[in-house]
């Protein structure tokens, strides 16, 4: 992998950085219930298919008291694309296949029912063009419109301070994203999602940043207004049955998932994000 330039070695640390204060604060919730869970941090590197260095990353995982399963993964990759797929990437083609793209990605499946899963992945990618892209969602089991309007609007503010409509937008994408055609359902509750941001780095990557912010703030309250909460047989059945909604988006259409794999990624870390049970009928 080629040296980083400025910008990318900024982006990569603030993902980094994000990973540490996310960590801490579901370690200090697990702290909360009693629990001693921790981060189990693992890191790997890529191949790179023309044979020289292809970056790597750090799989973080717990498994805990109040998160069953959670992923927090960093990643910092490079080197070139196959053929095939760089007729896929914005401008890939016309750099000789040549890719660098880091970022953030996190999943957490919670024990109790009536706690929501979330999703949040933020990136960095560079070709011959540079951008930005990402979001957060919501995926509970039980829907609160308490919990739905809270995290909703705390990414609505980190939306309107950079964009007069981007929340209009990054949250019908969102919708429009996170929609299984084949159930006709979607998976969440939405949240936002957008994907190649160009144009002024420093904009788009305070933007970026302001998201990672916001599920900090929107997140951890969720988790513990709800942890406590005592659940019956009937409803520990319709986390199953969600979960397995979760698996078939991720397996079926998640483009990190597509990325990760046609980029020689550690396959554990891409499939982080798949639960530890589910079920079908």
Known sequence: MQPLDQQQSAARTWFEDLRTRICSEFEAIEREAGSEASFEFIPWERPDPSGEPGGGGVRGQMLGKVF?????NVSTVGGTFAPEFAKTIPGAEEGGNRFFATGISLVAHMANPHVPAVHMNTRFLCTTRRWFGGGADLNPAIPYAEDRDFFHAELKAACDAHGEDYYERYAKWCEEYFWLPHRGVARGVGGIFYDRLEGEFEANFAFTRAVGEAFLAAFPPIVRRRMGM???EEEMER???FRGRYVEFNLLYDRGTLFGLKTGGN??????SLPPLARWR
């Open 230 to 232: 005592a659940w019956s």
């Open 239 to 241: 986390l199953l049955e």
């Open 68 to 72: 069953e399963k959670v992923g927090v």
């Open 267 to 272: 396959t554990d870390a891409i499939l982080m």
